[in-house]
């Protein structure tokens, strides 16, 4: 069984989990197109942009709250007509030089914690969702919430190619329908 060591609680640099723990909670976002940041120069590049372009980053953790609402309310915003151009994502307690990058760089008023839920645009985020705003939300109401700065901010208009494989890989983790159609 994997364990969580004194030395990795304390560090400021050394991983919290095993990758063994992070790994599945990492690829339900990953299976879904976002790309997991892992450096600070990545989350530089992802989001010092001046493109206009909206990008979903998704503060990734292994508590409950993102298990339960976090993770799949986002994949459900997903299913909207608009939805954010670039999908990326950083894991608390892993990447701790990426996570500190981006919550000083990016979010320094808000308080450290996670999961939370950033819509930027030009580096400023449009739309937050922190912790205290996820907990006790199931994942249909954080997926609405999202869904109405989606669409209110973003352009990008969703593929039914996208939305057909975002269908299959919701089936297969989650074994609910998150369109309610029969297959």
Not at 114 to 142: M, Y
Request: aromatic share 8%; glycine share 4%; with cysteine.
């Amino acid at each position: 069984m994997a364990q969580i060591s004194l030395n990795s609680l304390m560090s400021t640099s050394v991983p919290t989990y095993s990758e063994q723990i992070a790994a599945p909670f990492r690829q339900e976002l990953t299976e879904a197109g976002f790309v997991h940041l892992m450096t600070p120069e990545e989350v530089y590049q992802a989001l010092n942009r001046t493109d206009n372009k909206l990008t979903l980053v998704v503060l990734n953790s292994v508590c409950g709250c993102a298990a339960r609402a976090a993770r799949p309310g986002v994949l459900l915003s997903l299913f909207n007509e608009v939805v954010p151009d670039i999908l990326v994502t950083i894991f608390a307690g892993m990447e701790k030089d990426a996570v500190n990058y981006f919550r000083k760089n990016f979010l320094p008023t808000v308080t450290p914690s996670s999961p939370n839920i950033a819509l930027f645009k030009n580096g400023e985020f449009v739309k937050l969702l922190e912790r205290h705003q996820i907990e006790g939300k199931s994942a249909a109401q954080i997926a609405d919430e999202l869904a109405d700065a989606y669409s209110k901010e973003c352009t990008n208009k969703n593929t039914e190619e996208t939305i057909s494989q975002l269908r299959t890989n919701f089936i297969n983790r989650y074994k609910v329908d998150p369109l309610g159609v029969n297959k």
